[in-house]
């Protein structure tokens, strides 16, 4: 049962054009995103987060928008540069009741930014 | 943002030795450490949660005698695949868990590439 799910396992955009990134979740319970890019045999670095208490978060260009009556969230990349051609991944994070809190992650899309 | 140091970045083994895995945090310190698995085209799943001065919490269907976890330090989460065999062959990754004001964060190694022969 996949919790986050990111449907398009893969995006091509032309250099200069908005990427945007979706991702959905079934677990209601999930309070805290993120945005993670990955290149290939490195690990996820960060990129940018938001809280279940916001709907909007921007950073430079990147921004993360959370719409959470219909469990969805998306990520926005503009302008595009073939630099950010990497995989994507969204991850949702819950408090358990034992108080850990850990990551689930969507299966990834891999945005291809053409130059 | 935090660093978190995976060694080695890559390691082939031959099949029924053991393989240890480091996780360093190098700024910071982490109660609690968390360790991935990545087979090819999938997503990272979660193995089990380090925690610093007690035992790990598994996930479900990971066999705890096999993946050793050791947390001995606020720094320092090792992850130890014993008797590995080809169906371990996968990209390990750690993370450590940062706590801020206002919420959680959680920054990644660079991954192990673990090939078992």
């Known amino acids: 049962d996949q919790q986050v799910k990111q449907n398009s396992p893969s995006l091509s955009v032309q250099e200069g054009r908005i990427s945007i990134l979706n991702c959905d979740y079934t677990?209601?319970?999930?309070?805290?995103f993120l945005w993670y890019k990955k290149y290939p045999a490195e690990g996820p670095t960060f990129l940018i987060s938001?809280?279940?208490?916001?709907d909007k978060n921007e950073d430079g260009r990147f921004t993360v928008f959370l719409n959470k009556s219909a469990k969805h969230l998306s990520l926005h990349i503009v302008p595009s540069q073939p630099g950010d051609s990497a995989v994507y991944f969204c991850?949702?994070?819950?408090?358990?009741?034992?108080?850990?809190?850990?990551?689930?992650f969507g299966s990834g899309t891999r945005l291809q930014v053409q130059p | 943002g935090a660093v978190v140091s995976q060694h080695p970045s890559r390691v082939i083994c031959k099949s029924g030795t053991s393989v240890k895995i480091e996780c360093r945090s190098l700024?910071?310190?982490?109660?609690?450490m968390f360790w991935y698995r990545q087979f090819p085209k999938q997503s990272l799943m979660l193995m089990a949660t380090?925690?610093?001065?007690?035992?790990?919490?598994?996930e479900q269907g990971v066999e705890k005698d096999k993946f050793l976890i050791n947390h001995a330090s606020l720094t320092l989460s090792t992850l130890t695949v014993t008797s590995a065999h080809p169906e371990d062959s996968s990209f390990y990754i750690c993370?450590?868990?940062?706590?801020?004001?206002?919420?959680?964060?959680?920054?990644f190694g660079q991954g192990t590439r673990l090939t078992v022969v």
């Open positions: 380090s925690n610093e001065g007690s035992k790990a919490t598994y």
């Open positions: 700024d910071f310190q982490a109660t609690t």
């Open positions: 991850a949702a994070s819950a408090l358990t009741d034992t108080g850990r809190r850990a990551l689930t």
């Open positions: 938001i809280s279940s208490i916001k």
């Open positions: 677990n209601s319970m999930f309070d805290y």
């Open positions: 993370s450590a868990r940062v706590e801020t004001l206002l919420n959680t964060e959680a920054f």
